[in-house]
């Protein structure tokens, strides 16, 4: 038995290229209420796995709404963190931007870093991802700024149903040329680093001063609602993380907030409350240490835990480079100035270990639906109560 899977990434970096693919996910783990021995070995073999590889990545899920956080995974995926970031330390620690902690993963988004083929899909089929941010921001510029939210919302709504139609139209295509099973569209606003493809400049265009600024999350969570609402009448299958995306190295209008000091972890951390995920590609000092990593993550999975939602983070500790500094990959992972880090967290919390438990709204939602399953069953089918 292997002791290390890096192999087996091997492996997978060699079919990526073969087969011309960018970038390739799925060496995870599923951890959120226990860690196997198979599932411990793919944690610990990740940082040498993204260090010696150009295309794979990874992601562990630590958190849902039924299971509540791991602790001990938790600590597990700062300290993963740390050593893919150290491990690739010559390139500005890339191997930490190609990692992400997840809380309710779902099983069919395309985008990477977080992709997976979850094990309630079929062998082979065709999802799709469409951004967008740029048309996004064309169509919001052609309304004045005496518009009201209404009507941004209404011009939301129909500029994401045209994208989303022609990603539909593709994938079917896509799906019939392969001859595999066509799986579903998600609309999620991932900008770039090319000027104008920024999801930033979007809530700017809304109406906030500064992303980051007093309004912005208000401004978030109306994008992102209305990019599902309208994007959902256009597929026959609407999936995977379908919303907006913050990533601060990949958005050139987030760059320029954060090193405007307008944007903060703190406030990214608030704006993931109701976007599409969470805090990501986000670079902090490299010498920030595991505890404060850890909490970062226990934080952000509270909140996908709680508020049922898919949250995740990607954090960069860029080794030898603090404050100040910045990282450069080129491409779509962009540059990312270094933020400072709440130095607080202490050395308790991280711990702890064992299981933060599911909270109580997992519980009621599951005895809710068990007493409607049964109120159901007895008037569709009398019988089955005395049987």
Request: charged share 15%.
């Amino acid at each position: 038995m292997l002791s290390s899977l890096t192999p087996i990434a091997h492996a997978l970096d060699r079919a990526a290229e073969t087969l011309g693919i960018d970038y390739l996910g799925g060496f995870s783990a599923l951890v959120q209420k226990g860690i196997g021995d198979a599932d411990r070995r793919v944690i610990q073999s990740i940082p040498q796995a993204l260090a010696t590889t150009s295309r794979v990545c990874s992601s562990v899920n630590v958190a849902s709404l039924r299971a509540g956080i791991n602790m001990d995974a938790v600590l597990m995926a700062a300290q993963t963190i740390i050593d893919a970031a150290k491990l690739t330390a010559d390139q500005d620690s890339v191997g930490a931007s190609k990692f992400v902690c997840f809380a309710n993963m779902v099983e069919d988004s395309p985008f990477m870093a977080g992709a997976v083929h979850g094990g309630g899909e079929a062998d082979a089929v065709i999802n799709v991802g469409v951004s967008g941010p740029g048309v996004m921001a064309a169509a919001l510029e052609t309304l004045p700024d005496s518009a009201s939210m209404m009507e941004v919302a209404e011009k939301i709504k129909q500029t994401a149903f045209k994208i989303t139609r022609a990603g539909e139209l593709m994938s079917r295509e896509a799906a019939r040329r392969l001859g595999v099973e066509k799986g579903i569209v998600d609309l999620s606003l991932a900008p770039t680093p090319a000027i104008g493809d920024s999801v930033a400049r979007i809530l700017e265009i809304i109406g906030v001063g500064t992303c980051g600024g007093p309004g912005t999350t208000c401004a978030l969570a109306m994008l992102n609602d209305a990019v599902k609402k309208g994007g959902v009448m256009a597929s026959s299958s609407v999936g995977g993380l379908s919303g907006a995306f913050i990533p601060v190295s990949e958005d050139a209008g987030m760059i320029a907030a954060v090193e405007a000091g307008a944007l903060s972890l703190e406030k990214l951390e608030a704006m993931t409350c109701v976007c599409s995920v969470g805090l990501d590609m986000i670079a902090i000092p490299g010498d920030t240490p595991v505890e404060t990593i850890a909490g970062i993550i226990a934080d952000e999975m509270a909140i996908g835990v709680i508020n049922n939602k898919t949250t995740a983070v990607r954090v960069i500790p860029a080794i030898g480079k603090g404050v100040g500094d910045c990282v450069e990959y080129g491409g779509l992972f962009g540059r990312a100035p270094i933020m400072p880090v709440n130095p607080n967290a202490g050395t308790v919390l991280a711990h702890r270990g064992g299981r933060f438990p599911e909270p109580t709204s997992s519980s009621a939602a599951l005895t809710s639906s068990t007493v409607r399953n049964r109120t159901a069953s007895s008037r569709t089918t009398p019988w089955s109560v005395s049987s």
